[in-house]
């Protein structure tokens, strides 16, 4: 168990080391750049939405008297994200 190390025993050790390190180093820079891309794809697909719905409030007339029967109501936005995710 206890003995002696010869210098090649230990920089092997040490290149496995620096082996893994890397890879791990190279797996945060992945991991990192596949977080951005799904943050900026929820970030622009919540931003459509939030557009949607302030177009959709700004074409809706307002009626001071009542409101008008014959049109249907637009969803508003968690209508919509909850039809988007299925539920």
């Known amino acids: 168990m206890f003995g002696l190390v010869t210098k090649r025993e230990l920089d092997q050790l ?47 007339p307002e009626h001071e008297g009542g409101e008008d029967s014959a049109a249907p109501p637009r969803p508003s936005l968690s209508t919509l994200k909850r039809g988007l995710r299925g539920f």
């Open 14 to 60: 040490r290149a496995d080391l620096v082996a893994d390190v890397r890879k791990g180093q190279a797996l945060q820079e992945e991991l990192s750049y596949e977080w951005a891309k799904w943050f900026n794809k929820f970030r622009s697909l919540y931003a459509m939405l939030l557009k949607r719905e302030k177009s959709a409030a700004a074409d809706t």
